[in-house]
């Protein structure tokens, strides 16, 4: 389990509550509001809004002065350029800090919501599209694993060892389409499916599993948690900066 997974036990039993009285487009919809609301109003409280409205505000004088310039004098233009540049970048240097902060539960929510709502399992007994790398690795699926995945089943795949003869068999409990071995990286961001064992000679498997779709209606790629989370996301900050008058 990486460090934005650590949430992920708190997200899916409070899922697990509203799916008894709220379906998966609902459920989506109401962690963008969640999400929103924690990142904008620690935001608020992690960026010293007193200084950054000021700022803002010089900012805004410099850049009137740049467009009532009218040109004739280079040195009087640069002068005014440096001026708008200064508080831009104090600007950022002010925001950038608690922005990156208050981003951090709105990354963990969306590493657990692509593996909740990402993918799903096929049914038992439909085959699934299997690619490795290498891509001359041989690999078998000798069964399915339903623990855990309602109606749908992931495939079980033998891998072959180090040695000659040595197989390891490969059961993601979870829809997660791609499993490889162990990264640097998966300290940060874990894979609920599993890794493959370090000594094999195939580091990565790829299922074709099928998309989730949490509406109905319109293109397929509109069909998944992301346009309607992101959506909801963007329009919900949105309303709550403006609503908390957050600069």
Excluded at 8 to 18: I, K, R, Y
Excluded at 25 to 51: D, E, H, N
Excluded at 122 to 130: C, K, L, N
Excluded at 153 to 168: F, S
Aim: charged fraction near 15%; charge should be negative.
């Amino acid at each position: 389990m990486g460090i934005l997974d650590w949430p992920a036990p708190a997200f899916g039993a409070l899922d697990t509550l509203m799916a008894n009285a709220v379906g998966p487009f609902g459920r989506v919809l109401i962690w963008a509001l969640i999400c929103a609301v924690i990142s904008m109003l620690l935001y608020k409280w992690l960026s010293p809004q007193t200084r950054i409205k000021a700022i803002k505000e010089r900012l805004k004088e410099a850049r009137k002065a740049m467009a009532e310039d009218d040109g004739e004098d280079f040195a009087e233009g640069m002068k005014l350029a440096k001026a708008q540049l200064a508080q831009s970048l104090k600007l950022v240097g002010f925001v950038i800090g608690p922005a990156v902060v208050a981003s951090l539960p709105a990354l963990a929510l969306i590493v657990w919501l692509d593996g909740q709502y990402g993918y799903s399992c096929p049914p038992p007994g439909q085959q699934v599209s299997i690619t490795t790398q290498p891509e001359n690795a041989t690999i078998e699926q000798v069964g399915i694993n339903p623990t855990g995945l309602e109606d749908g089943a992931c495939p079980v795949v033998q891998v072959p060892g180090a040695n000659d003869g040595e197989t390891y068999l490969v059961a993601p409990a979870v829809a997660i389409p791609v499993i490889h071995q162990k990264q640097w990286w998966n300290f940060i961001i874990g894979n609920p499916a599993g890794y493959l064992p370090d000594d094999s000679p195939v580091t990565q498997l790829r299922f074709e599993l099928p998309t989730q779709q949490i509406i109905s209606a319109g293109p397929d790629w509109a069909r998944g948690w992301e346009l309607t989370f992101f959506l909801a996301l963007v329009l919900g900050s949105l309303a709550i900066k403006k609503g908390f008058r957050i600069e």
